[in-house]
């Protein structure tokens, strides 16, 4: 069984930077793709960044140029460092491993991120 366990949540103030990791444990197939995905208050949860196994990114708009993801396959961790954090980026951030050959889709516990103004 695949599990994902999040770190690196906590508060910071507005303009500061937090970095996430996301350790994925069990075996799945090395074809796969990485994402965070976030919820921030009364609203739904909408991804943040992802990375295929292949190197390929893609970010939301409203991170680009602040967040980066990257990706350790041989330790099979995804980080998220967010810099420039702004009140708006204030939520729960969720790891998400997806496996297209399997249809597995397997979410992590979500940390919080908390940024003050």
């Known amino acids: 069984q695949v599990h994902l366990a999040e770190s690196g949540g906590g508060l910071v103030q507005a303009g500061g930077s937090l970095a996430l990791s996301c350790a994925a444990s069990?075996?799945?197939?090395?074809?796969?793709?990485m994402q965070w995905h976030r919820q921030t208050p009364g609203n739904e949860r909408e991804l943040v960044a992802s990375m295929t196994s292949g190197g390929t990114t893609n970010y939301a708009d409203s991170v680009k140029g602040r967040f980066t993801i990257s990706r350790d396959k041989e330790k099979n961790t995804v980080s998220l460092q967010m810099n420039s954090l702004k009140p708006e980026d204030t939520g729960v951030y969720y790891c998400?491993?997806?496996?297209?050959?399997?249809?597995?889709?397997?979410w992590g516990q979500g940390t919080q991120v908390t940024v003050s103004s």
């Open positions: 998400n491993l997806r496996i297209p050959s399997t249809r597995q889709n397997i």
């Open positions: 069990g075996r799945f197939f090395r074809i796969n793709i």
